[in-house]
């Protein structure tokens, strides 16, 4: 059976492509482990810079798999409130947790539908692109379900509390038009371009300082969760652990010799 979740690791840039394209990439159970192994495997990682997720084909992921949720309803409630759960718990949740707690910038490229964990997935990412031409939706409730993936963590931090009610008891399709708007994604761009934009990003991210990246993706994550004297603290230690490292002494000798720096990643 082929891998559902594909890494390939070239120059410094990992490539994790969901792989279910006949299935327009719907999140499988075997997906989900598949998924977990791929992303454990980048964690600490000296030769990845980068990360950035894409969907096989026309599509980034359409939400869960009924099939699969369809194979479980000759279960007793219990029985699908344990397995459920214990899914979740084991392959789901430390997904998205590796991906925010990771050091290397994660980018989502996203064509086609994003939907529930989809959705999720774009926002546990640092970044995300999008062609114009994808659409949106969380979808949980619209087959009886709340939500997983992170999505009641991450939706209303980003868009708002009172939006993302809207978005996750309604469950209304959108465009990346709108996506944009509301900051879910950081660029949009043609399907055409979406490659090549997604590829410059990356180079980018790849030539930057990594143990700043590092540093910048902690300070953010824990900002929402800290009072200012302690996100003040927190702050104070990065930055002096970042001022020890030799890309800050490259970064400092380039502007003043006025050329772009050739970060180490030490």
């Known amino acids: 059976m082929a891998n559902t979740a594909l890494l390939d690791v070239t120059d410094g840039v990992a490539n994790l492509t969901l792989n279910r394209p006949a299935a327009l990439n719907a999140l499988s159970v075997e997906m989900m482990q598949d998924l977990n192994t791929a992303v454990r495997t980048l964690v600490g990682r000296k030769d990845v810079a980068v ?6 084909g026309d599509h ?74 994808s659409v ?21 931090r ?8 809207d978005l996750l008891l309604l469950a ?5 038009a709108e996506a944009l708007r509301l900051g879910l994604l950081n660029r949009v761009v043609s399907a055409e371009t979406l490659d090549d934009e997604v590829a410059r990003l990356a180079t980018r ?9 590092g540093e910048i993706k902690r300070l953010l994550h824990a900002s929402f969760e800290t009072r200012l004297e302690a996100q003040l603290e927190s702050e104070a230690g990065a930055f002096a652990r970042c001022g020890a490292t030799q890309d800050f002494g490259e970064g400092v ?9 050739r970060f180490k990643g030490a």
């Not at 990360?51 to 096989?56: C, L, P, R, S, T």
């Not at 939706?137 to 209303?156: F, K």
């Not at 000798?253 to 720096?261: C, E, G, I, Q, S």
Request: neutral net charge; aromatic residues 8%; charged residues 20%.
């Open 253 to 261: 000798t380039a502007f003043l010799d006025k050329r772009k720096p």
């Open 158 to 165: 980003i868009v708002g509390a009172r939006r993302a009610a």
């Open 205 to 213: 991210l790849k030539a930057g300082p990594r143990h700043a990246y």
């Open 60 to 133: 980034f992921m359409a939400g869960g798999d009924l099939n699969d949720f369809a194979a479980h309803l000759h279960l007793s409630p219990e029985a699908r409130l344990a397995t459920f759960r214990a899914m979740i718990e084991q392959w789901i949740n430390p997904t998205v947790e590796l991906l925010q707690g990771m050091d290397q910038p994660v980018i989502a490229k996203v064509r086609g539908a994003c939907a529930g964990f989809g959705l999720s997935l774009m926002m546990g990412c640092d970044l995300a692109v999008a062609a114009e031409s």
């Open 136 to 156: 949106f939706t969380t979808a949980y409730s619209s087959i009886g379900l709340s939500g997983d993936g992170g999505v009641s963590y991450l939706l209303p």
């Open 51 to 56: 990360v950035v997720i894409a969907g096989a």
């Open 172 to 176: 209304d399709r959108f465009d990346a």
